[in-house]
T-cell receptor, first 113, second 112 residues
């Protein structure tokens, strides 16, 4: 049972435009959400996170939005740059399981010139 | 500032052989995680430790898989005997309390 879903396996965006990556979850016990970025032959690296008590968190070009009623979060990248081309994973943490993360299957973002 | 260190980076071995993957977490981190990434199943958690004690091994696929953490600076994931379907990229990650996990660069394992 996939508790964290990223329904778009890939996304292509032009440089300078906005990239929007989406993530849905089913477990209402999730209270902390993270986005990781992964380049080929490297491990995932932490990008940005949001607590369930907030609906928005911003860090430079990256903003994460959380809609708890819809159990949906999204990552906005503005403006998109070629170096943003990577696989993006959404992850969620359960209040009762300390530091354990449940990951989505990832979305491959390609930023074209 | 050293990150999570995994070794080897690549491992190619024949079916039936024992495979040992190694991980050195970030100093001061109290959680350590082992993941496996495959095309079919994505990034799946195998086992995790808190203060060197295994907390949840429900993701370990079979008895052929075992993991240990003898001290705060070292962990191993062992597969014995290995099978071709174990071929995947194995990641180790560590974290401090509920802070974001830091990942190593993985071990690409190929079982022939």
């Amino acid at each position: 049972d996939q508790q964290v879903k990223q329904n778009s396996p890939s996304l292509s965006v032009q440089e300078g435009r906005i990239s929007i990556l989406n993530c849905d979850y089913t477990n209402s016990m999730f209270d902390y959400f993270l986005w990781y970025k992964k380049y080929p032959a490297e491990g995932p690296t932490f990008l940005i996170s949001i607590s369930s008590i907030k609906d928005k968190n911003e860090d430079g070009r990256f903003t994460v939005f959380l809609n708890k009623s819809a159990k949906h979060l999204s990552l906005h990248i503005v403006p998109s740059q070629p170096g943003d081309s990577a696989v993006y994973f959404c992850a969620a943490m359960d209040t009762g399981t300390a530091s354990k993360l449940t990951f989505g299957t990832g979305t491959r973002l390609q930023v074209t010139l | 500032d050293a990150g999570v260190i995994q070794s080897p980076r690549h491992e190619v071995t024949e079916m039936g052989q024992e495979v040992t993957l190694r991980c050195k977490p970030i100093s001061g981190h109290d959680y350590l995680f082992w993941y496996r990434q495959t095309m079919m199943r994505g990034l799946e958690l195998l086992i995790y430790f808190n203060n060197n004690v295994p907390i949840d091994d429900s993701g370990m696929p079979e008895d052929r898989f075992s993991a240990k953490m003898p001290n705060a600076s070292f962990s191993t994931l062992k597969i014995q005997p290995s099978e071709p379907r174990d071929s995947a990229v194995y990641f180790c990650a560590s974290s401090y309390r509920r802070q974001p996990q830091h990942f190593g660069d993985g071990t690409r394992l190929s079982i022939l």
